[in-house]
């Protein structure tokens, strides 16, 4: 008896759902973080997924607990934080590392940029000195081969006359140049995860542009993972594919960007998306009123 095709073969769609989905580069998995006896947590249990190539932003106001998120992920908090949960890197248990791995995949599996460039750069050494520390903390190669790597990385993220600005001290920057300086730095090992922390927060807005489009090029052309953190929805939207709102140390809601970003759901999104259009306009509402 001849065989029947429609029941030889499984339907199309039940084909694509047997293909697994791929496992999350970084996964976060109640994560809560409390400061001494304070009677609120900073993060409070916070669980989430981000797959490889992912671009998620981290948005909500000043205190809501988005940088200590950053810091905890990085494993970068102070001895009085006290952290509980679950963080993995592409599968590695970041918690039960010891500060020697930790300080290996600093930069070569993550990297941040910081807010602060300034705070964040040895005002005593220059540019090219702490580029070059950084590499050299992870790859062994000569003094020229490091000098190459360093003027290389300076020009990819637009610093020209790179043969001279690595011998420039931070202060003889500007602020736009430092951040610059700081991504160069993040990117020098070709790291898995990216966690920039209000990068564009200090700088006026030209220069604001100028950094965005950076980190979207940057990234991209990598094909890195990035997880940006900002309480500026514009910069969210201009860079993220993938939004997480934090609110109270919690987050309150996650979607797609063009989702959340023009259909939110929760309360306290809804605010801060007015709070942003007012800030365009000259006035608005402070989101911190709303009750999550």
Do not use: W
């Not at 290389?152 to 931070?170: Q, T």
């Not at 890195?224 to 939004?243: F, K, P, Q, W």
């Amino acid at each position: 008896m001849a065989s029947t095709p429609e029941l030889d073969q499984p339907p199309a769609d039940a084909a694509a759902r047997a293909v697994p989905e791929p496992e999350p580069l970084l996964t976060v998995d109640g994560l809560t973080v409390r400061y001494g006896s304070a009677e609120r947590a900073a993060v409070d249990d916070v669980s989430f997924g981000i797959r490889r190539g992912d671009r998620v932003g981290l948005v909500g106001e000043s205190g809501s607990g988005k940088s200590t998120l950053a810091a905890a992920i990085l494993r970068l908090l102070p001895p009085a934080a006290a952290v509980s949960g679950r963080i993995e890197l592409d599968g590695l248990d970041l918690m039960d590392l010891k500060p020697s791995e930790l300080r290996a995949l600093r930069s070569t599996r993550m990297a941040r940029v910081p807010q602060d460039p300034l705070g964040n750069l040895n005002p005593v050494f220059t540019i090219g000195r702490q580029l070059s520390d950084v590499v050299s903390a992870h790859r062994s190669i000569g003094r020229r081969e490091r000098t190459a790597t360093v003027e290389d990385a300076l020009r990819r993220v637009g610093i020209g006359d790179a043969e001279v600005k690595r011998r420039s001290y931070p202060h003889e920057l500007s602020g736009g140049m430092r951040q610059r300086v700081m991504i160069a730095m993040a990117l020098l090992n070709h790291p898995d995860l990216l966690i920039a922390d209000e990068p564009t927060t200090a700088l006026d807005v030209t220069v604001q542009a100028q950094v965005v489009e950076l980190l979207r090029e940057r990234v991209a052309g990598a094909g890195m993972t990035l997880l940006l953190i900002s309480h500026d929805v514009g910069v969210i939207s201009e860079l993220c594919t993938t939004v997480m709102v934090m609110y109270g140390g919690r987050i309150v809601e996650t979607g797609a960007a063009s989702e959340v970003l023009t259909r939110p759901t929760h309360p306290y999104t809804r605010s801060l998306l007015r709070a942003a259009r007012g800030r365009v306009a000259g006035h608005g509402d402070d989101p911190s009123e709303v009750v999550a």
